[in-house]
Structure formats: C-alpha cells, structure tokens
C-alpha cells in the first residue's frame, strides 16, 4: 500500500524542467533531478539530470526510455557508486555519461548543462561521439543529433589504433583479447582488459599478437591473475600486465591511458618495458622490431 501511494504521487507531482534545445522534434531537457523524468521525455529527450548518475537514479529515469542521459559522477565514490547507473542503462540500450563532479553542482541542472564537462561515458554514448573532457552542452547535442550504432543486447567490440610505428605495426586498443583479428598475428601490439591467466594465455596462443598488455585480475590466488605470462613466454610471446589497481577491468582505454604495469614477462623485458611503466610507454616499446638488448 505505501509503495503504491508513493508511486502515485511520484506522477502526480509537478515535474520541473527546462528545455534548452530543440531541434527536429528532439529536445535537450535539464533538470535538477532524476525524479523528475518522466514519459513526457520519452525516446526524443536527452535529459539532464543532476542527480548522480548511481543505479538508483538510473532505475527511476529508464521506465520513460529517454533519448539519452546525462547526470553527475558525484565524485565517483566508494565501488564507483557514483557512476554504476551508466552500465545499468547501458544495458537497457539507453546512452548515459557522467559529468566531472568537480565541475558541475548536483541538484543543478542548468549548472550540469552549462558547465560540465564528462568524465566518464557508456559504450553507446561513446558510438554517438561522447567522450571524457567533452563539455556537457556539446555532449548533449551529439546525444541529440546522433543514433549509437547498436543498441542490441550482446557484445559490443571497441578497437581503436592508438599508435603505428615506421614499419606499420599499430597498438590497439580493444577490450578483449577475444576480440583480436587475424592482422593481428605476429603484427600488433594489443592492449585489452581481460586478465593473465592461464584461460586468457590460450586465446593469447590463439592469436599470437606481436605484443601484448593484459589485466593482472588483481593478482588472485596463486598470483593466477598474470600466470599467463610464463606460459606464453615458453612461446616467445612477449607480454605484460597492468595493475588491476590502477585501470578498470574490462576496459582497454583504462588499461591504455591510466594502467601501470604490474609485471612482464622476459621478452617483454628484453624490448624495455619494466614494471611501474606506465602502460602507454609499454605498449610503444612492445612495438620494436628487433628486441633491445
């Protein structure tokens, strides 16, 4: 019964927005809260909502399925509460990005529009050109003006050539090393998100890159998390880990531009990379042709 009374005024109660772009029958809508979604933002809104973008917030605003979404990280927090309603309406196939808790006011939606600037996007906001550092108003209108290009329930594969050497070999940048491709073999330089170990050291086998970085997976029992090196050692494979610690698992960008390398193996070692490189540095040396001495 008290669940049901406050569902009914949740609707019944007037909801406070403001919309700041209209284009083509499409609107760009902010308001001060989560809350305040409701069917009329429906399929055609990207809405602004300066609540944290948690997964609470995030299951108040996905019944009425908007255009999009955009809310605060509120500073991220402890297990990244902050931000777990991007992967939530991610999901559900509704892009969601994240607005720097430092340079937008929660419980502000004209302020998150006007001043915000992205810090963290979900893998559809990314396919409609989202991306961190972005300001909020030009993030907002690309949500407005471009479809993701895959809103189906399943895999989606992220590549990106971040690096080509004089000879042609890339770094690359995908979340998986599942998602490696035949030019890959005994050509790129690969750095994904899975873990180390012994399970991620067969597909590394499968598709010997020229190179690679992984995720350590936190070390886990055993140090199994980067037990992967050893093995493809044995093969010439030459490979490192970056801490579990210091990059998000699952996520290559994080492993590329944040990671820190736990460990390598000893061809590896062999074209320069050490632990405690940065895992951009590590990926370029991983490049050289001849392995230095």
Known sequence: ????????????????????VEEGGRRVVTMDSARYVDASNTDHDVVVAASYIGVLPARLMAPHRPRAVIGHDGGIGKDAAGIQGLYYLEALGIPAVAADGATAELGNGQD????????RVNILAEQC???????????ARRLLATDPSDTEVGTKVRRE????????????????????????????????????????????????????????????????????????????????????????????????VDGIIAACNEPARRRGVEVGMPAKQAAHLLLAEVPTS
Request: charged share 20%; glycine share 12%.
């Open 1 to 20: 019964m008290e669940e049901s009374v406050m569902g009914d005024l949740l609707e019944s109660e007037p909801h406070p927005q403001e919309v700041v």
């Open 112 to 119: 998150l529009h006007d001043e915000g600037v992205v810090s």
């Open 129 to 139: 050109g989202v991306s961190p550092g972005m300001p909020v108003a030009e993030a």
């Open 161 to 256: 050539v971040v690096e080509t050497s004089p000879t042609g070999r890339q770094v690359v940048v995908t979340d998986s090393i599942i998602f490696a491709r035949p030019e890959d073999r005994d050509r790129n330089v690969l750095v994904t998100a899975g873990h180390t170990g012994r399970s991620g050291a067969s597909f590394l086998l499968e598709f010997r890159p020229w190179g690679f970085i992984c995720s350590d997976g936190g070390g886990a029992k055993n140090d199994s998390g980067t037990a992967g090196l050893a093995i493809v050692e044995e093969h010439g494979l030459a490979g490192a880990s970056v801490s579990a610690m210091t990059a998000a698992i699952g996520d290559a960008q994080s492993s590329y």
